[in-house]
């Protein structure tokens, strides 16, 4: 009966989390809880200290230097807002390729010691595209003015995302703008070889389904057709799934128009909704999270990001909680970032984020399992509290994921081609026993 009452529990938690995301919404304007630091906040436990915008003055409180930031944070989202930049610069886009080479040049150039401004006019220089040598000309121009790097960047959020600004906001202000530039490289580059392994994972059977469908659709509409008027003439009795696939092949010959419309106007359709609507994400997510193996891999996606971005955020000397809102707008999934949105909250209050992740009492062997984040990752989190090592034991966390998703895609790219082949094999292999049957009973008619 506990049992029971447990999973009915569960059941409608899911439903009422659900309920919240889907008709959840961020009013603009609306005013985030102050973050008031306590004594036992988990940022003070990890020795981060926050990104302060200038030297406060001796003397001065804690709630003056946090309405100091508040102001300052108000001053860069108005200059932001009224900024006026040209219709190239408003609709310019960088790869991550483009923002990776950038991000290289500049580890590079002031790594060894060259000024920020001559760094960014050497790589101007460099550049060849216009609208982009443009950027690199307005954001020194605004430098000149007295603009930090980051400020610059904030200045372009289409072209960086606010987690690389405050990468190097944060670098600016401690100090370790080429250490900062060059973890963020190196982070950047190992995304993209996940990336990679990712995409090389499914390119394998995406190749078989495809020669599949092309070999499908040339036996429908060139061979059976042909096969069909003869099996007319001659008079022969069709089996039923000869019929079938005469059937289909008499449909895609003559009513293509419909189909191939139907085809486009489906995909559009279904990625308009799984995509842009907030209900279509919600179930898309649901759908993936049960799926056996995509939903260990998704979430294992979502554990690595989250921590690779708090541990370097963290690094950088950025607020845990603001380290959490800046990675909540950085993950996709809307369950997490709900569950972001719920541990910053809580930190603000004066929990601890081990705690909100279900580790309620590691002494007492007190859990509560968490449906998003692994205990396995919230005693890791308890530990670095506890030591002051939160980023460190993230990178762990990140490093752990990032290994089990490795093995994981291998393991699926070995087991995903045979079955392949035997999938194709076996629509081929049907057509054609479809397609030879019929002649079992020629000898019979002709007699």
């Not at 909680?321 to 910053?344: C, G, W």
């Amino acid at each position: 009966m506990t049992a029971l009452a447990l999973k009915l529990r569960d059941l409608f938690s899911d439903l009422w989390l659900d309920l919240a995301l889907m008709f959840s919404r961020k009013p603009k304007g609306k005013k985030e809880i102050k973050e008031t630091p306590v004594a036992h906040a988990p940022e003070a436990a990890a020795g981060v200290m926050p990104v302060s915008t200038g030297a406060p003055k001796a003397g001065t409180g804690m709630s003056q230097i946090m309405d100091m930031r508040a102001k300052h944070a108000k001053e860069k989202q108005e200059r932001i807002k009224n900024a006026r930049f040209s219709f190239g610069l408003k609709h310019l886009k960088l790869s991550k390729n483009a923002r990776l080479a950038f991000y290289d040049q500049m580890s590079t150039l002031v790594g060894s010691g060259v000024p920020l401004i001559d760094s960014l006019s050497i790589i101007q220089a460099q550049e060849r595209n216009k609208n982009v040598k443009k950027l690199y000309a307005e954001m020194i121009h605004e430098i000149n003015g007295g603009l930090s790097l980051a400020e610059s960047m904030e200045l372009f959020p289409h072209i960086f995302p606010k987690m690389q600004s405050a990468l190097v906001e944060a670098a600016e202000a401690s100090g370790n703008l080429k250490e900062v530039l060059a973890e963020l490289v190196e982070e950047m580059e190992a995304s993209q070889d996940f990336l990679k392994k990712v995409t090389g994972a499914m390119v394998y059977p995406l190749i078989l389904i495809f020669l599949a469908l092309f070999l499908v659709t040339g036996m429908m509409v060139f061979v059976i057709p042909k096969i069909a008027a003869m099996y007319e003439q001659a008079n022969v009795k069709l089996p039923g799934i000869t019929q079938v696939v005469i059937n289909i092949s008499n449909f895609v010959v003559n009513k293509w128009p419909i189909l191939l419309g139907g085809i486009i106007g489906g995909v559009v359709a279904l990625y308009i909704f799984f995509s842009k609507l907030r209900i279509g994400r919600l179930i898309l997510e649901k759908f993936v999270s049960v799926i056996p193996v995509a939903g260990r891999i998704a979430k294992e996606k979502n554990i690595m990001i989250i921590a690779s971005n708090m541990a370097m955020l963290m690094k950088s000397g950025v607020l845990i909680t603001e380290a959490f809102a800046i990675t909540e707008k950085t993950v996709s999934n809307l369950h997490y970032q709900k569950a972001l949105e719920k541990i910053r909250l809580g930190v603000v209050m004066g929990k601890e984020v081990s705690q909100m992740m279900g580790l309620e009492d590691i002494r007492a062997q007190k859990f509560k399992e968490h449906k998003l984040f692994p205990l396995q990752m919230a005693q890791l989190i308890h530990i670095g509290e506890k030591t002051g090592t939160i980023a460190s034991m993230l990178a762990k966390v990140k490093k752990n994921y990032h290994k089990s998703i490795d093995y994981t895609l291998r393991n699926i790219s070995t087991m995903v081609e045979p079955l392949m082949i035997f999938i194709v094999a076996a629509l081929v292999g049907t057509i054609l026993m479809a397609v030879m049957l019929p002649f079992f009973y020629i000898g019979s008619t002709i007699s």
